[in-house]
């Protein structure tokens, strides 16, 4: 699957989310496939993001490498607050058990994205201090329960100040321009930024 990037709207971020099934757990393969999507789809934003790696900080470091590499890219661990701070990562990326993580995370100097699924949720990050949060599922996406759809974005956002990145089941870019009429912040995927 291809995707056009002139078809992305310009003021729409983007958030590129790896997975060990598309990236491996190989290094090198690991390395050469992220610089490879970084260089076609040029996100602002990136997370390492693999819950069952036993050598996530290894991986992380060639991860925080590669996003050097591009200075447009933001660079983010997800859970793990200490090791983004060690490995100078821009920031941390929460779960949604996490919300007690941000107040420390913030006084560490990184940048916070937490998870969200309510729009109480997302306030209560607003209210704690949080950079933005990845709001989902918006559209159908395995395992991740019914979307809640654009209409509820755009409920959201009318009642909040904080950064939104649209997430779930955005894989083409007509799913981009969706949430970005909406008037999210961003869009983060996984699939979308596979080619």
């Known amino acids: 699957m291809t995707h056009k990037r002139e078809k992305v709207p310009k003021s729409c971020k983007k958030y590129l ?15 050469e496939k992220l610089q490879k999507q970084f ?3 040029m996100p602002q934003f990136a997370l390492y993001r693999d819950k069952d790696n036993k050598n ?3 991986l992380a470091l060639e991860f925080i ?15 793990h607050v200490e090791l983004a701070l060690k490995l100078q990562a821009t920031g941390v990326h929460l779960t949604s058990t996490q ?15 937490i ?5 109480e949720e997302v306030l209560k ?11 989902s599922p918006i559209f159908a996406s395995p395992n991740k329960g019914g979307p809640k759809g654009v209409e509820d974005l755009k409920a959201l956002l009318q009642k909040c100040e904080i950064k939104v990145f649209a997430l779930g089941g955005i894989v083409e ?15 983060a995927s996984i699939r979308y930024f596979y080619s």
Do not use: P, W
């Open 173 to 187: 870019s007509r799913h981009v321009e969706m949430v970005e009429e909406a008037g999210a912040y961003g869009f």
């Open 99 to 113: 919300f007690e993580e941000i107040e420390n995370a913030k006084s560490l100097g990184l940048e916070v994205i």
């Open 125 to 135: 990050a607003q209210t704690l201090g949080a950079d933005y949060v990845a709001y």
């Open 17 to 31: 989310i790896t997975s060990d099934g598309f990236y491996t757990d190989s290094a090198n393969t690991f390395r």
């Open 39 to 41: 260089e076609i789809h």
């Open 56 to 58: 996530y900080a290894g």
């Open 115 to 119: 998870s969200t699924h309510t729009h």
């Open 65 to 79: 490498s590669v996003c050097k590499q591009f200075s447009s890219v933001q660079s983010f661990l997800h859970q």
